[in-house]
């Protein structure tokens, strides 16, 4: 059987890239160790978040799908940093653990150009450093033109419970035993990360009494640009804050050394993430905290696990016990799965391409965690470009690479594939130096047209794209046009609305309303406007200097060049450029280690050698 | 669209008139904001005449070119400042435009552009390509090594300041949900950036009144009549400033000649000769003589080859003991008359065989520790760019206070905030881009 596509592996990566390439109209194989596992979510219960729920928005806008599925299935939306001004706003939903993965296998299912199969890949078809298909754990051979791994944290995964390190997926799922080891026989360099995941609690054990509520917006939003939202905001499910006790950090510090991290095993090599420790980390590392917050939120309205948000922890399961039962409302609490650490493999992600083909083996791609990444968000838009990537690469077209000022995913993609990683790459806001470009609002702006050239934004999603497109510069071309003459309080302004507008205190809705002026849009298109007048100096300033980076970017640099021929290059430098091999100047300044001194010698090589 | 580079293309020091070049899309724009007279408006490949205003007051009387582009040296636009008033000036004029959005050039850039842009061919170039390539190291280190260790400790606290209260605003975004961090508003972060800003302003008062770097180094010429004080100074700067006649005594009045070493600026005074005297003119210039010894950062001292050392010399040799000093022997061309066993450490020249002036040059920057970097002009022009820079930050600072103050967001705020930590960077040549995140994550507590 010969299938264009094959996928490796059912996480978000997997059904992104699946999507994509067989709606693209390629015959597509997704293969996942269980079917049942299909876009589970192993940890948090949300999608979205600071930044993630920007990503989520791009990944609607270009025509993937976690943001219908994630509408779909939330049971609680949140509308984050409102006040913290227009480019940090940013979605986040409680997403129910079992509606989410059952709609996205309908939605799979109906793909006509997909076949999804229950196995476990251990093996690639490699033929002169290229790949020709998937070889199974059973030796049954599947060839195809295309493989992309989406191999989240299955390769050689070990779980780590206080001193005990078992070889698993997570929740006792069977991991990838020789695929990374196959990959390092290809060439591949191999990272072992780490990351962990904090206790479910039995929501009936809980004394509520003693939390704090957190209750979802009172406003309706979706992350999907065409379809209206379907769930109702007056019945949202709470989440609930608490906060560790003096007795929790006690029964830490007493069992520090149980914990796997803390000398409970001693042969951990993974590197876990920063910006998210264990329980165990952050009493040790910030022990001058008096208490940590917690949130204990609903997986589903079908079981009765709470996710207890903040305490993920490798500490053995009799300590875990006593962790728990040391925090507010949690005295009597039914632990339903005990926390863990996951270690496993990924690639260093600078043998990538920025299309996420691998640089090792041709009509290889990667997404998601193999990658070097941590979430789901993360990894979903990586498999919709790998899965685009690979469909345009079939097609003989150009790929789809989104620059750092076009999306939070080129931002994503280019520091993995540029700068590299040591830990689970999370986004964060900071990481986009271009943030202001890259706002809720505007991410059908700007990533539709992409969506629509190649070829997954049609029909309705395309043709309501151009409406709101066209009221926006409708509304826009109005409000220079319209005068207010005087204020409500009788004050001479005298200007332009569009003049007004750019007072910090005033607001679009309310002009149109307090003036009665004729200018009859939806929200989105008013917001839009609103964001674009009153932020213009702004914009534009960091405009300017998205240009100035492009310019570099148009610098292409020859995919043959031998820079052990280019003289005078600092020694960093030329290991740095060699590794990474980037594909313009732009990208070559983004490497660390490669200095301006180092690009001016560059770009005089490449004149003396490559023009004229 | 590159930046917008500036640098004085004349040898700094020498000849009448300085000529500043501009080259990039922003150089009109730029000049714009500092000249009297609307450059928008005038044709390309005209010059134009007006003043530099920095503000309100007028720094200099000068012609501008216009060359718009293609047809420039560059192929960008290039505008081209002739400044009439002096080094310190045409210096002045060029802090403007720094502090208006320029880029000090880096040596050669003008070149390298020419190069890139198609406008010159490799043989023109391949000088000028090869000195940059080779200069690589020297320009890095020439951003970075011209401030005193003190002021970039000083820029290294600041910015540390700086980076803690924009990671506690990214903290706010990247992690809202956190309640046990405090919730920052335009109030709570108004007082941190007010005594951010105070320390600014002292930082680039400090720079600014750096001696060294505002007024040179004061360099007095002292010795007895004839020894040949103006002679050398003359050939150190290289022009005839100074009267030189064989009568002693011709040098009256204190002659002021500016020789720029390595960036640093030299401000060389000779003396009238010193020596017992009932002339009451000559007498008063004595006097100052004696003053200047006591006023200037370095003595040069010159004994004459051929004469017997008089009691005077050797009375003055007493005076200079613990100064800075070099000690001079001139006429080394003419017979030894000259007892210098009473020396221990002296350079011999002659000026009229212009033997050994350099010897004197390399002392004074050996004194002084002036530049690893051979490179002229450069010293002084990254003190240039690094006030330019320091500046820049106070106006990021400025603008954010007021947007502080009209409740812009918090996200707006920061973006003038990060842009002035990113000046600040320059300044010590920190580039390093993950050292926000490495804040977050080492100052906050989170996680799943």
């Given at each position: 059987?010969?299938?264009?596509?094959?996928?490796?592996?059912?996480?978000?990566?997997?059904?992104?890239?699946?999507?994509?390439?067989?709606?693209?109209?390629?015959?597509t194989?997704?293969?996942?160790?269980?079917?049942?596992?299909?876009?589970?979510?192993?940890?948090?219960?949300?999608?979205?978040?600071?930044?993630?729920?920007?990503?989520?928005?791009?990944?609607?806008?270009?025509?993937?799908?976690?943001?219908?599925?994630?509408?779909?299935?939330?049971?609680?939306?949140?509308?984050?940093?409102?006040?913290?001004?227009?480019?940090?706003k940013?979605?986040?939903?409680?997403?129910?653990?079992?509606?989410?993965?059952?709609?996205?296998?309908?939605?799979?299912?109906?793909?006509?150009?997909?076949?999804?199969?229950?196995a476990?890949?251990?093996?690639?078809?490699?033929?002169?450093?290229?790949v020709?298909?998937?070889?199974?754990?059973?030796?049954e051979k599947?060839?195809?033109?295309?493989?992309?791994?989406?191999?989240?944290?299955?390769?050689?995964?070990?779980?780590?419970?206080?001193?005990?390190?078992?070889?698993?997926?997570?929740?006792?799922?069977?991991?990838?035993?020789?695929?990374?080891?196959?990959?390092?026989?290809?060439?591949?360099?191999?990272?072992?990360?780490?990351?962990?995941?904090?206790?479910?609690?039995?929501?009936?054990?809980?004394?509520?009494?003693?939390?704090?509520?957190?209750?979802?917006?009172?406003?309706?939003?979706?992350?999907?640009?065409?379809?209206?939202?379907?769930?109702?905001?007056?019945?949202?499910?709470?989440?609930?804050?608490i906060?560790?006790?003096?007795?929790?950090?006690?029964?830490?510090?007493?069992?520090?050394?149980?914990?796997?991290?803390?000398?409970?095993?001693?042969?951990?090599?993974?590197?876990?993430?920063?910006?998210?420790?264990?329980?165990?980390?952050?009493?040790?590392?910030?022990?001058?905290?008096?208490?940590?917050?917690?949130?204990?939120?609903?997986?589903?309205?079908?079981?009765?696990?709470?996710?207890?948000?903040?305490?993920?922890?490798?500490?053995?399961?009799e300590?875990?016990?006593?962790?728990v039962?040391?925090?507010?409302?949690?005295?009597?609490?039914?632990?339903?799965?005990?926390?863990?650490?996951?270690?496993?493999?990924?690639?260093?992600?600078t043998?990538?391409?920025?299309?996420?083909?691998?640089?090792?083996?041709?009509?290889?791609?990667?997404?998601?965690?193999?990658?070097g990444?941590?979430?789901?968000?993360?990894?979903?838009?990586?498999?919709?470009?790998?899965?685009?990537?690979?469909?345009?690469?079939?097609?003989?077209?150009?790929?789809?690479?989104?620059?750092?000022?076009?999306?939070?995913?080129?931002?994503?993609?280019?520091?993995?594939?540029?700068?590299?990683?040591?830990?689970?790459?999370?986004?964060?806001?900071?990481?986009?130096?271009?943030?202001?470009?890259?706002?809720?609002?505007?991410?059908?702006?700007?990533?539709?047209?992409?969506?629509?050239?190649?070829?997954?934004?049609?029909?309705?999603?395309?043709?309501?794209?151009?409406?709101?497109?066209?009221?926006?510069?409708?509304?826009?071309?109005?409000?220079?046009?319209t005068?207010?003459?005087v204020?409500?309080?009788?004050?001479?302004?005298?200007?332009?609305?569009?003049?007004?507008?750019?007072?910090?205190?005033?607001?679009?809705?309310?002009?149109?309303?307090?003036?009665?002026?004729?200018?009859?849009?939806?929200?989105?298109?008013?917001?839009?406007?609103?964001?674009?007048?009153?932020?213009?100096?702004?914009?534009?300033?960091?405009?300017?200097?998205?240009?100035?980076?492009?310019?570099?970017?148009?610098?292409?640099?020859?995919?043959?060049?031998?820079?052990?021929?280019?003289?005078?290059l600092?020694?960093?430098?030329?290991?740095?450029?060699?590794?990474?091999?980037?594909?313009?100047?732009?990208?070559?300044?983004?490497?660390?280690?490669?200095?301006?001194?180092?690009?001016?010698?560059?770009?005089?090589?490449?004149?003396?050698?490559?023009?004229? | 669209?590159?930046?917008?580079?500036?640098?004085?293309?004349t040898?700094?020091?020498?000849?009448?008139?300085?000529?500043?070049?501009?080259?990039?899309?922003?150089?009109?724009?730029?000049?714009?904001?500092?000249?009297?007279?609307?450059?928008?408006?005038?044709?390309?490949?005209?010059?134009?005449?007006?003043?530099?205003?920095?503000?309100?007051?007028?720094?200099?009387?000068?012609?501008?070119?216009?060359?718009?582009a293609?047809?420039?040296?560059?192929?960008?636009?290039?505008?081209?400042?002739?400044?009439?008033?002096?080094?310190?000036?045409?210096?002045?004029?060029?802090?403007?435009?720094?502090?208006?959005?320029?880029?000090?050039?880096?040596?050669?850039?003008?070149?390298?552009?020419?190069?890139?842009?198609?406008?010159?061919?490799?043989?023109?170039?391949?000088?000028?390509?090869?000195?940059?390539?080779?200069?690589?190291?020297?320009?890095?280190?020439?951003?970075?090594?011209?401030?005193?260790?003190?002021?970039?400790n000083?820029?290294?606290?600041?910015?540390?300041?700086?980076?803690?209260?924009?990671?506690?605003?990214?903290?706010?975004?990247?992690?809202?949900?956190?309640?046990?961090?405090?919730?920052?508003?335009?109030?709570?972060?108004?007082?941190?950036?007010?005594?951010?800003?105070?320390?600014?302003?002292?930082?680039?008062?400090?720079?600014?009144d750096?001696?060294?770097?505002?007024?040179?180094?004061?360099?007095?010429?002292?010795?007895?009549?004839?020894?040949?004080?103006?002679?050398?100074?003359?050939?150190?700067?290289?022009?005839?400033?100074?009267?030189?006649?064989?009568?002693?005594?011709?040098?009256?009045?204190?002659?002021?000649?500016?020789?720029?070493?390595?960036?640093?600026?030299?401000?060389?005074?000779?003396?009238?000769?010193?020596?017992?005297?009932?002339?009451?003119?000559?007498?008063?210039?004595?006097?100052?003589?004696?003053?200047?010894?006591?006023t200037?950062?370095?003595?040069?001292?010159?004994?004459?080859?051929?004469?017997?050392?008089?009691?005077?010399?050797?009375?003055?040799?007493?005076?200079?003991?613990?100064?800075?000093?070099?000690?001079?022997?001139?006429?080394?061309?003419?017979?030894?008359?000259?007892?210098?066993?009473?020396?221990?450490?002296?350079?011999?020249?002659?000026?009229?065989?212009?033997?050994g002036?350099?010897?004197?040059?390399?002392?004074i920057?050996?004194?002084?520790?002036?530049?690893?970097?051979?490179?002229?002009?450069?010293?002084?022009?990254?003190?240039?760019?690094?006030?330019?820079?320091?500046?820049?930050?106070?106006?990021?600072?400025?603008?954010?206070?007021?947007?502080?103050?009209?409740?812009s967001?918090?996200?707006?705020v920061?973006l003038?905030?990060?842009?002035?930590?990113?000046?600040?960077?320059?300044?010590?040549?920190?580039?390093?881009?993950?050292?926000?995140?490495?804040?977050?994550?080492?100052?906050?507590?989170?996680?799943?």
């Amino acid at each position: 059987m010969n299938y264009e596509v094959i996928v490796v592996g059912g996480g978000h990566a997997g059904c992104e890239a699946a999507v994509a390439s067989s709606r693209k109209g390629h015959k597509t194989l997704l293969v996942t160790g269980s079917i049942n596992n299909i876009a589970t979510m192993p940890c948090n219960p949300s999608i979205g978040g600071s930044a993630k729920g920007i990503i989520v928005r791009e990944i609607d806008a270009l025509g993937g799908v976690m943001g219908e599925v994630a509408d779909k299935t939330l049971i609680q939306m949140k509308m984050l940093n409102y006040a913290k001004g227009p480019a940090v706003k940013s979605l986040r939903a409680q997403a129910d653990k079992i509606t989410y993965p059952k709609e996205m296998l309908k939605l799979l299912n109906e793909e006509k150009n997909l076949t999804i199969k229950e196995a476990m890949v251990e093996d690639l078809i490699v033929k002169d450093n290229t790949v020709y298909g998937v070889v199974l754990d059973n030796e049954e051979k599947i060839t195809s033109n295309i493989v992309i791994l989406t191999t989240g944290t299955y390769l050689k995964s070990d779980i780590l419970i206080g001193n005990t390190r078992t070889r698993s997926g997570p929740h006792n799922e069977k991991p990838s035993m020789h695929l990374s080891d196959n990959l390092k026989k290809y060439g591949f360099k191999i990272l072992r990360l780490k990351t962990g995941t904090p206790p479910r609690i039995d929501r009936s054990t809980i004394d509520f009494t003693k939390t704090k509520r957190e209750d979802g917006d009172k406003k309706y939003y979706t992350f999907s640009h065409t379809n209206p939202p379907v769930y109702n905001i007056d019945n949202q499910q709470p989440c609930y804050l608490i906060y560790t006790t003096e007795e929790t950090k006690k029964i830490i510090k007493e069992n520090l050394n149980k914990s796997s991290m803390y000398g409970g095993l001693d042969d951990i090599t993974g590197v876990g993430p920063r910006y998210c420790p264990s329980i165990e980390d952050k009493m040790v590392r910030f022990s001058d905290k008096e208490k940590h917050q917690l949130f204990l939120e609903p997986e589903s309205l079908y079981y009765d696990d709470i996710y207890l948000q903040g305490f993920s922890t490798s500490m053995p399961k009799e300590v875990q016990e006593k962790m728990v039962h040391s925090l507010p409302g949690l005295e009597n609490a039914k632990i339903l799965r005990y926390a863990y650490a996951i270690e496993y493999d990924a690639i260093y992600p600078t043998q990538v391409k920025p299309n996420l083909e691998t640089k090792v083996l041709n009509n290889l791609f990667t997404a998601g965690q193999i990658n070097g990444t941590s979430g789901y968000e993360e990894a979903a838009c990586q498999g919709l470009i790998a899965g685009i990537n690979a469909a345009l690469k079939l097609e003989g077209q150009e790929p789809l690479i989104l620059k750092r000022n076009e999306a939070y995913i080129g931002v994503l993609i280019d520091d993995l594939v540029t700068k590299g990683t040591r830990e689970p790459y999370r986004m964060l806001t900071s990481r986009a130096e271009y943030r202001l470009l890259l706002r809720h609002d505007n991410s059908d702006l700007r990533l539709r047209e992409y969506g629509h050239k190649v070829g997954l934004i049609n029909g309705e999603k395309y043709s309501k794209f151009i409406e709101k497109k066209n009221n926006i510069e409708e509304l826009i071309r109005k409000i220079k046009e319209t005068k207010i003459i005087v204020d409500n309080e009788k004050r001479r302004i005298g200007t332009t609305v569009y003049e007004y507008l750019k007072n910090p205190s005033t607001n679009l809705q309310n002009i149109i309303e307090t003036y009665n002026l004729d200018l009859k849009y939806n929200d989105e298109v008013i917001e839009e406007v609103e964001i674009q007048i009153k932020y213009e100096g702004y914009i534009k300033k960091i405009e300017r200097e998205a240009e100035k980076m492009l310019k570099n970017e148009e610098k292409q640099i020859p995919e043959d060049i031998d820079y052990d021929k280019v003289p005078n290059l600092a020694s960093e430098a030329r290991q740095k450029l060699k590794e990474v091999r980037p594909l313009n100047i732009a990208q070559a300044i983004r490497i660390s280690g490669v200095n301006p001194s180092d690009i001016s010698i560059l770009l005089i090589y490449l004149r003396k050698h490559y023009n004229e | 669209m590159e930046d917008t580079i500036a640098a004085i293309s004349t040898t700094t020091g020498v000849g009448a008139i300085s000529i500043i070049r501009i080259s990039g899309s922003d150089a009109l724009e730029i000049v714009n904001k500092v000249f009297t007279k609307d450059l928008t408006k005038v044709k390309t490949h005209t010059i134009n005449y007006g003043f530099i205003k920095n503000k309100e007051e007028k720094i200099d009387e000068v012609l501008v070119s216009v060359m718009k582009a293609p047809k420039t040296f560059t192929c960008e636009d290039v505008v081209e400042i002739n400044c009439h008033g002096g080094i310190a000036t045409t210096n002045k004029v060029l802090e403007v435009l720094l502090e208006n959005g320029a880029r000090l050039a880096e040596p050669g850039e003008f070149t390298k552009r020419a190069f890139l842009n198609g406008r010159i061919d490799l043989l023109e170039a391949e000088a000028t390509m090869d000195l940059i390539s080779s200069k690589a190291e020297s320009a890095r280190k020439i951003s970075i090594n011209t401030l005193t260790g003190e002021t970039s400790n000083l820029i290294k606290k600041l910015r540390s300041e700086l980076i803690a209260i924009i990671s506690n605003i990214e903290v706010n975004i990247d992690y809202p949900e956190y309640e046990d961090i405090e919730v920052l508003t335009n109030d709570s972060i108004l007082p941190n950036v007010i005594e951010f800003k105070t320390k600014l302003e002292e930082i680039i008062k400090k720079s600014e009144d750096s001696k060294v770097i505002k007024e040179g180094i004061k360099v007095g010429i002292i010795g007895r009549p004839n020894v040949g004080k103006s002679s050398l100074l003359n050939s150190l700067i290289e022009e005839e400033k100074a009267i030189v006649t064989d009568i002693p005594g011709t040098t009256r009045d204190i002659v002021e000649g500016n020789l720029i070493l390595d960036g640093i600026t030299l401000n060389i005074i000779d003396t009238a000769g010193i020596r017992q005297t009932n002339d009451r003119v000559e007498q008063i210039g004595v006097e100052r003589s004696l003053k200047i010894i006591d006023t200037s950062d370095l003595v040069i001292y010159i004994l004459n080859n051929n004469e017997k050392i008089t009691y005077e010399e050797k009375e003055l040799l007493e005076k200079i003991k613990d100064k800075k000093k070099i000690i001079v022997v001139n006429k080394i061309d003419l017979e030894n008359k000259l007892d210098k066993s009473l020396l221990d450490n002296y350079i011999e020249i002659s000026v009229k065989e212009n033997i050994g002036i350099n010897k004197i040059k390399e002392e004074i920057k050996r004194l002084f520790n002036i530049g690893e970097i051979t490179s002229n002009d450069m010293t002084y022009l990254s003190n240039a760019r690094s006030i330019s820079l320091l500046k820049k930050s106070l106006n990021n600072i400025n603008e954010s206070i007021d947007e502080i103050k009209n409740s812009s967001p918090i996200d707006i705020v920061e973006l003038n905030l990060k842009e002035a930590w990113n000046n600040l960077g320059e300044v010590i040549g920190e580039t390093y881009t993950d050292e926000l995140l490495d804040e977050l994550f080492s100052r906050f507590c989170l996680g799943k």
